[in-house]
Every structure is written in structure tokens, then in C-alpha cells.
């Protein structure tokens, strides 16, 4: 089944530890993005790639990096996780191509998520 | 300063009865509008769509309408099944190259048997 999956499921780091959290895509979707979401609240849109072209939000914080090696994957990087960085991490793709009814989507597949525990 | 606003956090309802949950939007700008539903420990599912130059979509027991006029659209689950329970996001985008969706803050739906 084509999907998206995330590793690891729960990860805990310890404050000022760099981490990295993949996801990986088996959709072949034009476009990856990653989210944070924490409790009760709505997923926060961090930054997205349309291929390699990379999208950061305005008030994405520094700490966060991403990289994207090629279609398939594409990596969170947070440089020093602080308390207030504990959260959800969700991956999402999409087909992009504009309006479906020029062939695109604005449809988006996302990952089961990566619990982020920061110590 | 919330775009997408879902202003019940929870709605409960019996077995086979109606499910309606609500969603409006202060943005003109969009013009595409997404429902998710949400279980504990996995990411969110797309459920069902709807553009701008429709007010209804309907894929069997879920249907949703747009009222654009009013920048509110609602989700309608007929019958609502205890499969059903989950969180509901709404979202929204505003179309062209714009892949970005804007979601709210979700609603949990509880089904009783």
C-alpha cells in the first residue's frame, strides 16, 4: 500500500540534544510537509518542499531544519529542543499540480506522527 | 489570530442519529475546504472535500456544505456509527499554487452505542 511513514513513532531527547525525525514516502507526491501539532490544539504548518524548492513559515523558529535528499524523504532537524518543542510531529504529502481539475490535489496523506519528549 | 475556527471542542451524540459538525473561516482568500478525521496515536485521514463553486458534496453517510456567503460550512454524518468517534479537523486553502492548509483546532465527535 502506498503510505507515508514516519520513525521513530516516540522519540526522547534530552533539552539542548539535537534530533532528527524522518519521513519517508511511497506516493511519489510532489510536495512534503511537515507539522506540529500539540495537544488540542490545530497542526502548526512548519515548513513544506514542492520538490527540492523549500518553504519556510514566517514564524517558523531557527531551531528547526529540514532537508529533503531526494522524492521520497525528507527529514526534521531541531538543533536544541527546548521544553516548549515537545509535541506532535506529523509528515504530510501531497500531489500538488494546482487545481484538481487541472490534475492536481490539495489533498494531504499524512504519516502516523512522531511523539517528541523532550527531558 | 485563527483563519479556520471550530468553536465546539466536543459534540456527543447517540447511534444512527445525526452527526453535524461546524467550521467557519474569516479568510475570503479561500476557496478549497477539507474535512480529516483523527484517531488517538495516528495522523490525520482525509475525508471528504469540497471547492468553492460547490455548496454541497455528499460520499455516502458523510456530506458537506459550504454556505460561502456566511464563510461557514458544516459536516454531516448520517447515520453516525461508534466507528465515527474521533477528532474532526476542518481546513481550508486557497487554491492555485497555494499547497498550504489552514486547519482549526478540531472537534471530538463521541458516538454512543
Known amino acids: 500500500d502506498a503510505m507515508v511513514i514516519q520513525n521513530p513513532r516516540y522519540q526522547v531527547t534530552q533539552f539542548g540534544k539535537p534530533v532528527t525525525l524522518s519521513c519517508s514516502q511511497t506516493l511519489n507526491h510532489n510536495v512534503m510537509y511537515w507539522y506540529q501539532q500539540k495537544s488540542s490544539q490545530a497542526p502548526k504548518l512548519l515548513f513544506h518542499?514542492?520538490?527540492?524548492?523549500?518553504?519556510n513559515e514566517a514564524d517558523t523558529p531557527d531551531n528547526f531544519q529540514s532537508r529533503r535528499p531526494n522524492t521520497s524523504f525528507c527529514f526534521l532537524d531541531i538543533r536544541s529542543p527546548g521544553l516548549g518543542d515537545a509535541a506532535m510531529y506529523l509528515c504530510?504529502?501531497?500531489?500538488?499540480?494546482?487545481?484538481?481539475?487541472?490534475?492536481?490535489?490539495?489533498?494531504?496523506?499524512f504519516g502516523p506522527g512522531t511523539r517528541l519528549t523532550v527531558t | 489570530d485563527q483563519q479556520v475556527k471550530q468553536n465546539s471542542p466536543s459534540l456527543s451524540v447517540q447511534e444512527g442519529r445525526i452527526s453535524i459538525l461546524n467550521c467557519d473561516y474569516t479568510n475570503s482568500m479561500f476557496d478549497y475546504f477539507l474535512w480529516y478525521k483523527k484517531y488517538p496515536a495516528e495522523g490525520p485521514t482525509f475525508l471528504i472535500s469540497i471547492s468553492s463553486i460547490k455548496d454541497k458534496n455528499e460520499d455516502g453517510r458523510f456530506t458537506v456544505f459550504l454556505n460561502k456567503s456566511a464563510k461557514h460550512l458544516s459536516l454531516h454524518i448520517v447515520p453516525s456509527q461508534p466507528g465515527d468517534s474521533a477528532v474532526y479537523f476542518c481546513a481550508a486553502n486557497s487554491g492555485g499554487s497555494n499547497y498550504k492548509l489552514t486547519f482549526g483546532k478540531g472537534t471530538l465527535l463521541t458516538v454512543n452505542p
Open positions: 504530510a504529502t501531497s500531489r500538488g499540480l494546482g487545481w484538481p481539475s487541472a490534475g492536481g490535489s490539495y489533498e494531504q496523506y
Open positions: 518542499y514542492y520538490d527540492k524548492d523549500f518553504n
